[in-house]
């Protein structure tokens, strides 16, 4: 359930969606604002446009209080190649 933003959209770029873990984790990031994240050691940077719930069905077993971020797969691959 997305609790504030907006959901992933088809060719966003960079375009980041939270789950309310990492924003118990990090409660300076806000909406709007540019994350760093280190992905299999490079460096990229995303704008959160929403905040949601726990883990998504489907993203592998649940982890009670996982941070999570969602971001599209196809710009993922672009920016740290295909593992």
């Known amino acids: 359930t997305l ?3 907006r959901w992933l959209r088809p060719g966003d ?3 980041a969606v939270v789950n309310i873990d990492f924003a118990h984790k990090e409660p300076d990031v806000d909406l709007d ?8 050691g490079r460096e ?6 929403g905040v949601c719930t726990t883990q998504m069905v489907g993203a592998g077993e649940p982890v009670p209080e996982q941070p ?7 710009h993922l ?3 740290v190649g295909e593992f």
């Open 13 to 15: 770029t960079n375009a």
């Open 33 to 40: 604002d540019r994350i760093t994240l280190k992905i299999e």
């Open 77 to 79: 691959v672009e920016e």
């Open 44 to 49: 990229t940077t995303w704008q959160v446009v």
């Open 68 to 74: 999570m971020v969602y971001v599209d797969y196809s």
């Open 3 to 5: 609790l504030e933003g």
